[in-house]
């Protein structure tokens, strides 16, 4: 009765236009007040304690710092210096500049972690310069949209962070189990592109000369050693990676300021607070997670859907199509962020009595929330492209669902052959 309460109110709030976070921090209030009226009173102060012990995790320090990190990036102008890298290596191939949105957008997410962070800053870039070459706006958008998804799946990734911290995962395996899921997503894309462009004609860029890949490999060389960093340091043990977090911000502002010179005291705190900003959202909703997955605790909402899961096969491999199935319906609604802090504690107990590794399961979780950033409505990527190319949501997912179609056998080969997954981890850190 309580539960069934609960996630009412928590739907019809955010039907309703409340933001996630609020939606579920008033449906847990609403359920705290309930209990005194229905069958046991719950005290009000557990909302708060509960929230605060969310939070109280070391390794979610290594958020505020990845995000930061990322604005010193796009303010540093490492984007320009990757795309010009990536323009040298593949802009005479066919799918010329929509190739280039492709390669540098998997090479920035080593970097910052966040898709819609690579999308703003690569799109900004690459979106004016592909129209002056006869692509259309639709098809930019559509492109560097579907590229930057594999911003969370390489390493450093946010949402690797925040799954650690929920399932008590190491980080540093689940860093390594994103590397070749992400390579096959760029690599797929990458084809895809070479022959949508081939087919419409869209010009290539001219071949560089040597001189000229020289220059633009030797001033990409200082960011691409950033990825190295902050995976070489956690597998040395040297650091964790709330520790690698932070030697990556220190190394990103060394860049701007000693050696790039774009980096200035006012542009370092204008950075600060931005990532301050969107920490506070992470935070909150990382809060209010952790009280909704104690009720659901109390409430036995785990035995509740391994019930309703088992009812339907017992099959491991159907399991998985429904998992992937609900996440993937649950990302055109929802951030990714509210998904994984609610379904992850309930989710992972129920797969790994039924033999699925936990960090497999994270990558694939991850990647499904993922491509929910690229389907409307409320798809993030989508929107934020939407407002830098001035083109409608519906129109950038219709020139990016060829796209989508090619990530779902991604998909489909990681969760059906999980060594894809965990063969790094075995070898690296086993």
Partial sequence: MLLTLLIVVMLVL????MEIAWSIGVACLV????????????????LPQQMLEGVRSFTLLAIPLFL?????????????????????FVGHLHGGLANVAVTTNFIMSGMSGSAVADAAATGAVLIPEMEKRGYSRAFACGVIAAASTVGPIIPPSILFVLLGAIQNLSIGRLFLAGVLPGVLMFVAMFVLTYFISRARGYPREPRVTRSELFKAT???????????????????????????????????????????????????????????????????????ASMFARIALQEQFGQILTAAMLAISSDVHVLLFLFNVILLILGMFMDALPIMLVLAP??????????????????????NLTLGLLTPPVGLVLSTLAVIGKVDVVTIFRNAWPYFLTLLGVLAVCTYVPDVILVLPRWLMP
């Fill in 14 to 17: 955010t039907a309703c236009g």
């Fill in 31 to 46: 359920y705290l007040v309930s209990s005194g009226f229905i069958s046991f009173p719950v005290p009000l102060a557990l």
């Fill in 68 to 88: 930061f990190a990322g604005h010193l990036m796009s303010a540093s102008g490492v984007t320009e210096r990757l795309v010009r890298f990536a323009a040298a």
């Fill in 218 to 288: 030797a001033g990409a060389l200082l960011p691409l050693a950033a990825p190295l960093i902050v995976l070489r340091s956690m597998m040395m043990g040297l650091a964790t990676p709330t520790e690698a977090a932070a030697i990556l911000v220190m190394y990103v502002m060394s860049l701007g300021v000693f050696f790039y010179r774009t980096l200035s005291v006012r542009i370092i705190i204008d950075c600060a607070a931005r990532a301050a900003g969107a920490t506070a959202i992470v935070m909150l909703m990382a809060g209010v």
């Fill in 346 to 367: 309930i989710t992972f107990p129920i797969f790994a009595k039924l033999g699925v590794d936990p960090i497999a399961l994270g990558v694939i979780m991850v990647i």
